[in-house]
């Protein structure tokens, strides 16, 4: 290879490592000072692999040049130098260590330019070296003798602390520990050398210095104030506790200066006492008695949420240890103090509010779905269940997130995205301190700091693309999970009242159940007065259970038929210990059941009446539907087992109760889409319960059709019969108030007559219908044979020489029309693919239709626009025969099937969206108006789902009531007080829609 092709490849191999400025790059790899490592291509793929390669080779240059400049006339690489580069060349260890600090923090590369020989510090690779606690980094510290040589030492032990960091032997999290060890081990020599300065301060007082905020919490930062409170008393003997306060205020006052103040070393860190009593306004340091004083008399929530991290960290341990135990009870009593929750809320607003504009989306920690996010929902959890529940008490926000996950308190799921999240943020916050050693949590704004974070974090194809791309994703999560569980905990103290025992003012509790959404306070009350009181087991599991439902019941519409459905099923199961260990163990059934039993009138009445089905919402697999043939041969089973055709029906109608609310509880959960009910996919959610309710109701029609067979003819019936699904049964689109639309098919079995076989056709029919419309209070499956021919005045039950018959001679246009749904269900299945097979040439006419057909279908449906519509109904949000309604869609897609469907197999569908989806690939339709129809039977179909679903009663239009109407916005997927809007949108989409019908249906050629 040539010269010049040994510098493109050399070129290229360095642009592919990372390197910015490969061509400046190349020129510091060819120093003299660097000639040991020449050509050693593990050296190349180490500084590859740090955040900053060019900067990592500049820093070792530097380290070099400084070692030259210690021994000069030995040549370009001295004797250090040697041993320092002959280090990095064998010791794998070292290279990465030592490279990865570069790499990431210009400062601690110009610490080690001023002091070289610090490089040593990263060569051991020990099990304590990479354990160290405060004791370790104590005896680091334990010689310094002043100031500037505890700044010096406290950088050394920092550089291992960060190649530790950077190298990925310590995750996140035990790197926040290790960096508040070190500041603790930090804090105890400054507060010796202040003491070694002032020995009689020292001799004349107890002074116990407490850790707050992340280094009370063994979280710290890289760059942090390390925040304080001094607490003091006079020494053993001594009596003056002014002149002992005195002493203590000297020697803290110096200990923040040795801390704080920057000299030619820098600085260490400022030492912020201001979390203590009356802020800077108060004084620094206070006896015991004088800070309990002013905590039971004066403090505010803040400062009770801010001791929820208090531990000590040095100077006197006895008193340290007496002041943590002394105002624990004050912090977990705080929950119960007036206007808590408001004052949390208030906190996080002001805190939000004080970001400058320019820098909210750059905020890692104070802004929305930040760090501080995470850490106040953390913290509000534990202050509102931490007062019963000791093993919350961390002041840990990552320990005491996993103990509320342990605990229930917050579900598993959201815990380990909260966890990821504030991990990967608090990386993030680490990384962006480490480079300069300065006190931010804004994401910086040039591309190549943000390129040297991305890589610091291991993105490396398009670093900065990645880099935002889960930023966003985990600020998402903070954000939505922040909302969900701030709110969670309001009410645990009304929860836990119990008779003789206040808490909580009724008065406040009233008001927070209201702030809420709950319209009937008192009433709620009343049933939180039930459900938790006690000291039974099924109370206990209740009073922890219910903070957390209660929020989730006040997520919805109508929070107060949620806790009101709540306790029924609590009082039909409570006694149940599967019911007690599904609640407690399973975060998402408890989840589910709030959420199903706050979200309508529907589900919860299903559920009242078969309390067992709870056990679906704690199954991972639990709201699949069922296959239907496996549905349909348990059903039948049911049936067998049944004594008379009564108790059978009622078997029958148990299996399909239990399907309806399967079925409900996974579309309102969001099952059957992605994440939720805003998030899912409203078609496949739609097709989906569609499919799930055909196949319920054709099981239900089964076991029907067994029961009555079995009932007068035993094992079988003298004719062939048949059920075949019409209209949104055939087209596997039923809601939850739909019909069963059928036709009943027979044929005489071998050596019966035709007369005997209808006879027994129409009974079994008859009795199928009387069965089903037995009273009970489940959901009604009326069975509707409306469309068979000659409608209501036509034999209910026909054969199928008969059908033929019929059709061949009197078959009208309407009547191949509906039987474009028509669709095998229960029976017979060899009989019903005749009938389907004899029909086909009028569904689907050889030729299409004729005009005369043509405008007979426009004039139905001119008829039926004119003549069906309710009386008062208000035409722009009539789902069914309203303004672009699914009668809009259906004619004008049913039109395309009667005129093309004999020479397109793709028409030939019972469903509505696969006949609209064919008629795009067939070029019927272009793909604009296609997409116009199919999202206002969409949009229309789930408006009388969720009608369903929230009042428990058919409807075609929207509901009057208030709390009714914002229940259906809820489940389409509007956020409260969005229920104009909704209407709105619908009136907007099917507008749209019936334009596409009046050009395609009215005015197609």
Known sequence: MTQGGRRDSRFARLVR???????????????????????????????????????????????????????????????????????????????????????????????????????????????????????????????????????????????????????????????????????????????????????????????????MGKCGGHELNYVSDVDVVFVAEPAAGEQDEHEALRAAGRLAAHMMRICSDTTAEGTIWPVDANLRPEGRNGPLVRTLDSHLVYYQRWAKTWEFQALLKARPVAGDAALGAEYVAAVAPLVWQAAERENFVTDVQQMRRRVVASIPRAHVERELKLGPGGLRDVEFAVQLLQLVHGRSDTALRSPNTLQALDALAAGGY???????????????????????????????????????DQRRLARSLGYRSEPVAELHKAW????????????????????????????????????????????????????????????????????????????????????????????????????????????????????????????????????????????????LLGDEGGLRPRDPDALAQETLAAVGRADGAEQAVTAARGVRRRELFRTAAADLLGAYGTEGIAQAVPAESLDSVGDALTGINAAALAGALRAAVRAQWGA?????????????????????????????????????????????????????????????????????????????????????????????????????????????????AGLAARFLELIDPLRYPDGGLDEAAVREIRRLKARMESERLPRGADRTTHTK???????????????????????????????????????????????????????????????????????????????????????????????????????????RITRQARAVVERLFYDAE
């Not at 380990?416 to 910086?444: C, G, K, N, V, W």
């Not at 108030?737 to 019966?752: C, K, M, T, Y």
């Open 17 to 211: 490592q990372g390197f910015t400025d490969p061509a400046a790059a190349g020129k510091l790899l060819d120093q003299e000072e660097l000639a040991p490592l020449h050509g050693d291509p593990l050296f190349l793929d180490a500084l590859g692999a740090t955040a900053d390669p060019d900067q990592a080779l500049l820093g070792l240059l530097r380290i070099v040049e400084s070692l030259d400049a210690e021994q000069p006339g030995e040549g370009p690489a001295g004797a250090e130098a040697r041993r320092l580069l002959d280090a990095l060349r064998t010791a794998k260890p070292l290279r990465d260590r030592l490279l990865g600090v570069l790499g990431a923090s210009a400062a601690l590369g110009d610490h080690l330019a001023r002091h070289p020989h610090d490089w040593q510090a990263l060569a051991t690779y020990e099990t304590s070296d990479l354990h160290p606690g405060t004791e370790e980094f104590e005896a680091a510290l334990r010689d310094v003798a002043d100031p500037d040589a505890l700044r010096i030492a406290y950088r050394r032990a920092l550089l291992a602390l960060a190649a530790r960091d950077v190298c990925g032997t310590r995750d996140v999290a035990e790197t926040a520990a290790e960096l508040a060890d070190l500041a603790t081990a930090t804090l105890r020599r400054a507060l010796a050398l202040a003491a070694a300065a002032a020995p009689e301060d020292a001799a004349a007082c107890r002074l116990a210095v407490i850790g």
């Open 881 to 987: 025969l309203g303004r672009g309604g699914l009668t809009d869609v259906e004619w004008t897609v049913q039109l395309l099937q009667l005129q093309h469907g004999h020479r397109l197999s793709g028409l030939r569908t019972t469903r509505t969206r696969s006949a609209l989806a064919a008629a795009v690939e067939a070029e019927l339709i272009d793909e604009t108006d296609a997409r116009t129809l199919d999202e206002a039977w969409v949009l229309a179909s789930r408006v009388r789902n969720a009608v369903m679903l929230v009042r428990g009663r058919p409807g075609d239009t929207f509901p009057s009531d208030a709390r009714e109407l914002a229940g259906v916005g809820r489940y389409l997927g509007y956020e409260p007080g969005h229920v104009g809007e909704m209407l709105d949108d619908y009136r």
């Open 410 to 448: 917050v579900g598993r799921q959201d815990a380990a995205s909260l966890d990821a999240a504030y991990r990967f943020l608090r990386t993030m916050e680490h990384r962006i301190q480490l480079h300069r050693m300065r006190r931010t949590h804004l994401m910086p704004d040039s591309e190549a």
């Open 472 to 615: 966003r994703r985990h600020a998402s999560a903070v954000r939505r999970l922040h909302e969900k569980l701030f709110y969670r905990p309001l009410l645990d103290a009304v929860a836990q009242l119990t008779p003789g025992e206040v808490r909580l003012s009724p008065q406040a509790a009233r008001q927070r159940l209201e702030a809420l959404g709950y319209a009937d306070p008192g009433a709620a009350l009343r049933h939180l007065e039930a459900l938790s009181s006690g000291v039974t087991r099924k109370a206990a599991i209740q009073r922890t259970l219910l903070p957390v439902m209660l929020g989730w019941f006040a997520d919805s519409a109508d929070p107060d038929a949620g806790l009101l459905a709540f306790r029924k099923v609590s009082d039909a199961l409570g006694q149940t210990p599967w019911y007690l260990r599904l609640l407690r163990d399973e975060g998402a059934a408890a989840e589910n059941l709030a959420r199903v039993l706050s979200a309508g009138r529907f589900a919860p009445d299903l559920l009242l009446r078969a309390p067992e089905a709870v056990a």
């Open 716 to 828: 079988e019936l003298p004719a062939r019969f048949a059920v075949i699904g019409m209209g949104r049964f055939g087209g596997h689109e039923m809601g939850y108030g739909s019909d069963a639309d059928v036709l009943f098919v027979h044929e005489p079995r071998e050596g019966v007559s035709e007369h005997e076989a209808g006879k027994a056709a129409f009974a079994v029919a008859t009795e199928m219908r009387r069965l089903l419309q037995l009273p009970s209070a489940d959901p009604p499956l009326v069975i509707d044979p409306d469309l068979r021919p000659e409608g209501k005045s036509g034999t209910l039950a026909r054969s199928l020489t008969s059908y033929a018959a019929y059709y061949a001679r009197w078959s009208v246009v309407w009547e191949s029309q509906a039987l474009l749904r028509a669709e095998y269900v229960a029976g017979d």
